[in-house]
């Protein structure tokens, strides 16, 4: 997923964008630099622009999953 174009179809600047997802300006344009989005924030970005639920779901199917199998 390309985050920035994913904000570009929304029409909205960074700090309006990553503000709306409870993260910050700066944060919001690391992840559009292409650092890693964490499972949660990638689980609403999904479920924002797709229409396909099963996507959605599927993809918080997997980050449940994930969290399950995590040892500390």
Sequence with gaps: M?????RLR???NQSDFWRAL???QSGGSR??????IPGPLKLLLS???TDDENSAIEELKR???????FEP
């Design 2 to 6: 390309y985050v920035r174009e994913v």
């Design 10 to 12: 929304f029409g909205r």
């Design 22 to 24: 409870s993260v910050t």
């Design 31 to 36: 992840y559009e630099a292409g650092r890693t």
């Design 47 to 49: 479920m924002a622009v």
């Design 63 to 69: 980050i449940r999953k994930m969290i399950r199998n």
